[in-house]
């Protein structure tokens, strides 16, 4: 299969997947999540045990692309309802693909480029890159990986980001539990290929299975709790506040929030 928004690798047991929008920021776009779906049904279906997820040029992601948000507001509400869902299928796939999955983050890594790069078994990241989800300073809402986050660094920790929307430096993150591991600069991709190599040296049934038993013993309240980030992720696309907050975003200017 061809790729265009994304490059995929095989080499040996591991699988390299690189976002490869360099000039959007590797923003994800509808097409690139189409793209991820296909790279990741090929890797499914390889003899690959590992899978490395990165980005091209200086910035790891910088989340949904927000020209392709603006666009969907004026999608009636079944169209931004299935909008939602196919966003919240890609991170869930990320979460439970049956292979491990090791981010190599650099640069930065915000709203939903956080929530890919924070949904694989382990998150390397470089010392000076970023994270956070900045959806509530565009008028938007972390809904759909607001589950994710939760589980991951708890309730209290989970409301200081998502309702701050601060960046967060790589070190802070580690400590919270988002990035597994911080590598000094320069060493990125080598570290990501030293573990994966690792990681593939192990029996790939163990390691699948594992990631079964975990996933299974959050699945039901992961599926309820996904499904509200849906339809709260297409409410607030139909908010004069979310229309205000992207056209503020693109056109450089501060919002002036309506309260609707």
């Not at 990125?188 to 040296?201: F, Q, Y």
């Not at 299975?209 to 975990?214: A, C, D, E, F």
Request: net charge neutral.
């Amino acid at each position: 299969m061809s790729y265009t928004l994304i490059q995929l690798a095989l080499d040996g047991y591991v699988a390299t997947l690189t976002l490869h929008r360099p000039e959007k920021r590797n923003a994800i776009s509808d097409h690139m999540m189409d793209e991820l779906h296909g790279a990741l049904d090929e890797i499914e279906g390889s003899t690959t045990r590992v899978v490395i997820l990165t980005g091209a040029g200086p910035v790891f992601c910088a989340g949904m692309d927000l020209a392709y948000l603006r666009d969907a507001s004026e999608q009636s509400i079944e169209e931004v309802r299935h909008d939602a869902r196919k966003i919240a299928r890609l991170f869930n796939r990320i979460n439970s693909f049956p292979k491990p999955m090791v981010a190599a983050v650099q640069g930065a890594a915000l709203a939903g480029g956080c929530g890919l790069a924070t949904l694989c078994d382990f998150t390397l990241a470089e010392p000076n890159t970023q994270f956070g989800y900045p959806e509530v300073r565009v008028g938007f809402i972390p809904a759909i990986i607001s589950s994710f986050v939760m589980r991951q660094i708890g309730e209290k920790r989970a409301r200081e980001l998502l309702l701050s929307g601060r960046p967060v430096a790589a070190e802070e993150a580690r400590a919270l539990g988002l990035v597994t591991e911080v590598v000094p600069a320069g060493k990125l991709m080598a570290r990501a290929r030293e573990l994966a190599d690792t990681l593939a040296t192990m029996s790939p049934t163990a390691l699948s299975r594992t990631k079964r038993l975990l996933l299974k013993m959050q699945e039901a309240s992961l599926e309820r709790d996904i499904a509200l980030g849906v339809e709260a992720s297409a409410e607030m696309r139909g908010t004069a506040d979310f229309r205000e907050g992207v056209a503020a975003f693109l056109e450089k200017r501060q919002p002036v929030w309506t309260g609707h």
